[in-house]
């Protein structure tokens, strides 16, 4: 019984890992994709039509990724929730054969 509490115990703390490294990942990208377009728009010296492109595409990027994350997180949660629900059904011990009474 404790082992195998010790085992959903080391698998929670994997899928917390993963979701902070995932989430870590997202920004990180976010926050480098936002500096790459900051740089890029200081750049273009105010040609409007071009920096609406890049600023469209930075966001495209951006939601692209982070619903991707948070998709892949929503279905990767409901199927943990769903194998941790279903428990295997006991089957009934088969029947004791009755010695004969006799004497």
């Known amino acids: 019984m404790r082992q195998n ?3 959903a115990g080391g698998v929670v703390e994997m899928e ?9 990942a997202v920004v990180i990208s976010n926050i480098a994709i936002a500096g790459v377009v900051i740089f890029g728009v200081w750049r273009l010296g105010g040609d409007k039509s071009v ?14 990724m982070t619903t991707a994350y948070l998709g892949i997180k929503a279905v990767s949660n409901t199927a943990t929730a ?6 295997p059904h006991e089957q ?12």
Do not use: W
Not at 51 to 64: D, E, P, R
Not at 82 to 87: A, H, I, N
């Open 92 to 103: 009934p011990a088969p029947p004791v054969p009755q010695q004969p009474s006799g004497g």
């Open 5 to 7: 509490q010790a085992k």
């Open 51 to 64: 920096i609406v492109g890049v600023l469209t595409a930075a966001f495209t990027a951006m939601s692209g």
């Open 82 to 87: 769903m194998t941790q629900q279903r428990t």
């Open 16 to 24: 917390k890992d993963r979701a902070r490294y995932g989430l870590l």
